[in-house]
């Protein structure tokens, strides 16, 4: 009986938490369908008086070359550190010897160090390079950024991968990379879609590179331009809600199709962790 009053009580707190935490998408959703006067005569948490989709449209025309930039930079970008750590997080894990510690200690170093030191650094460089208000500034800056961090986690997820299975590779006559692509990657795949999807997230929401490196609004990203939204004398709430959760569906929509995938991902990357 005290079990089963117990396993309630934690329902409902778990209940309690998760409409806590979807109380801002809630708000930000009823204020996309207000007017522009309702958000300022009503209550945040009053539903509108009638469905106005108006900022959506508004918000959508604004933002459209800004959400397709984003996909233009997120995309390769993601594809480029999740290769470069993928393949570096294997051979960490893999090749263990004090030079390889050495590096996996310095990555985490890296890792951990606030990213914002290396802004005026890498603007400078893709200066240097000629690559300013172009694509390729944003794919060069977030590839150097995060290809440690994916790295950091890749490695993890190759640690609970047994080895045994590569050495039985090796026996059959495989080669090392037939043994990575044909054994060890099917195995470590929620691991990797796990890094992919927290790498795609952390460059869809950067917002200080993005800001900094887009000299010109042709290839402006997602999160500068919802923040333009705001107006410049009053704020349209309405308008900047509707682009705020234009900017999400993206990782919403790929966080809800591979959300079982990064869920035994890290599970895995943890249970080996307790080893």
């Keep these: 009986m005290n079990m089963n009053i117990k396993m309630v009580l934690a329902y409902l707190l778990l209940i309690f938490m998760s409409l806590f935490w979807m109380l801002p998408f809630y708000v930000a959703l009823i204020t996309s369908l207000k007017s522009h006067e309702e958000t300022y005569t009503t209550n945040v948490l009053q539903l509108p008086s009638s469905l106005n989709i108006a900022p959506w449209v508004s918000a959508w025309e604004r ?146 590179f993005a800001v900094t490196l887009s000299t010109s609004p042709l290839v402006r990203t997602i999160q500068p331009e919802v923040a333009n939204l705001r107006g410049t004398t009053t704020v349209a709430w309405n308008t900047l809600m509707a682009g705020s959760l234009i900017a999400i569906l993206p990782p919403l929509v790929i966080a809800l199709a591979l959300g079982r995938y990064f869920i035994s991902g890290l599970l895995a990357g943890a249970l080996k962790g307790t080893r």
């Design 63 to 208: 933002i459209k070359r800004a959400f397709f930039n984003s996909i233009i930079v997120s995309l390769p970008s993601t594809f480029l550190c999740v290769l470069i750590g993928t393949l570096a997080g294997y051979y960490l894990s893999r090749h263990v010897s004090r030079a390889t510690r050495t590096m996996f200690f310095l990555i985490a170093i890296a890792t951990f160090i606030p990213y914002q030191i290396l802004l005026i650094p890498m603007t400078m460089f893709l200066a240097d390079i000629g690559v300013m208000g172009t694509y390729f500034s944003f794919i060069i800056a977030y590839t150097i950024l995060l290809s440690p961090w994916a790295a950091l986690i890749s490695s993890a997820f190759f640690m609970a991968v047994p080895k045994e299975l590569e050495e039985a590779s090796y026996i059959d006559g495989a080669s090392a990379l037939q043994t990575f692509l044909k054994v060890v990657l099917p195995v470590a795949l929620p691991g990797i879609i796990s890094t992919t999807i927290i790498i795609f997230m952390s460059i869809w929401n950067e917002f200080l």
